[in-house]
Each structure stands twice: as structure tokens, then as C-alpha cells.
């Protein structure tokens, strides 16, 4: 759903939750007849599905403001780069995701693959347009650290959209091209 032309989705999780709220509330009135379970129930539904809707909204809001001073100030990193000592770097990071996960409460996470390593990048709320595993990705973001451990960080992604392909440094394909090319002359001379 489109509000104000921001896209809000309810978390599935919480959908479910409301229909069988809805459902209980419905069951009860028939078998009781009293409208006290219809005068409290549907408001209790209507709360339920818009608090989230209004929460997303904001997030999603303040997310697009982050994201036009976060990009002119993100540098390109690779997996590998990343450490502990980047936090609340802003970062545009690339790769291909291989797992997603806490999709059913609205807070998907994401292991991403890139040619010199893996991360983790988290969003606080589904990105639009949705990406599943095998998409390749653009990810906007800064680097936080879990709390649990001080040495595990992340990517918290501020925007996650899908590209062709990854980019390419010149100075990695030129190593591999310069490596390449030592592994035939040495292969030459053992011969």
C-alpha cells in the first residue's frame, strides 16, 4: 500500500495475528450475542493494523531523508573491508544475497556475497521492491555493531535496491589478470 507515495506493508506475522483476533471476536458475538465483543473487537483490529501502517510510514519516511546525505557521503566497500573500526561509516556495498530471513516481522535480514567475502545487512523494514536470495543488490548504508558482540558488525541498511551486476575495481581485475598471467609463465617453466 502506497501513502503519500512512501510503500507500507503490514508484517505477515501481525496480518495473521489481526485475523485471528477478528475470527475469535467473531465467535464469540455468535455464540453469546453480546455486542460488547463487536464494539470492542473492531476497533482492536482497526489499532492493531494501522499503528503498524502509521509506524512503517515514519520509518520509511525518515529512511528516504537519511538516504540523499548518506549517498554523497557513502564510499564503496567490500565485504573483507569491513571491521570494527568502520562504525557509523556510511557505506554503498554490492553483492548477491544468499539468505533472507525475519521476513514475518517486517525486519528482514540479509547474508550477502560479494568476491571477497560475506555480511550481514539488516533493514528495519521491507524494502520496496521486495528482493529474495539470487538477487543482486545495491545496499546504502552504515556500519553497526551487534550488541551481543562487540566484534560482529553489520550493515544497517538505510536502502536496498536491485541492479544488473555487480561493479567491477580495476585494480581487482588487474591482479587477477597479472596473477592469471604468473600462473601460465610458471606453468611454462615447469614444462
Known amino acids: 500500500m502506497k501513502i503519500r507515495g512512501i510503500t507500507v506493508r503490514v508484517p505477515p506475522l501481525l496480518f495473521a495475528v489481526t485475523v485471528f483476533f477478528a475470527a475469535m471476536c467473531a465467535m464469540m458475538y455468535g455464540s453469546s450475542k453480546d455486542a460488547a465483543y463487536i464494539y470492542i ?22 529512511l528516504q531523508n537519511q538516504l540523499l546525505g548518506l549517498k554523497t557521503r557513502a564510499k564503496f566497500t567490500r565485504a573483507r573491508q569491513i571491521s570494527p573500526a568502520m562504525l557509523g561509516t556510511p557505506v554503498v556495498v554490492e553483492g548477491k544475497i544468499l539468505k533472507v530471513s525475519g521476513i514475518l516481522m517486517g525486519k528482514p535480514v540479509y547474508l550477502i556475497s560479494d568476491p571477497t567475502g560475506q555480511m550481514i545487512v539488516r533493514r528495519f523494514a521491507h524494502p520496496d521492491p521486495l528482493v529474495g536470495v539470487g538477487a543482486v543488490v545495491e545496499i ?18 538505510v536502502s536496498i535496491r536491485p541492479i544488473k551486476q555487480l561493479r567491477t575495481d580495476s585494480a581487482e581485475t588487474s591482479q587477477e589478470k597479472s596473477s592469471a598471467s604468473e600462473e601460465k609463465t610458471h606453468i611454462k617453466k615447469l614444462h
Open 140 to 157: 546504502v548504508g552504515t556500519i553497526a555493531r551487534k550488541i551481543t558482540d562487540a566484534n560482529a558488525v553489520y550493515v544497517n541498511a
Open 41 to 62: 473487537g473492531v476497533p482492536l483490529c482497526i489499532i492493531l493494523i494501522c499503528m503498524p501502517l502509521a509506524m512503517n510510514y515514519m520509518t520509511e519516511k525518515q
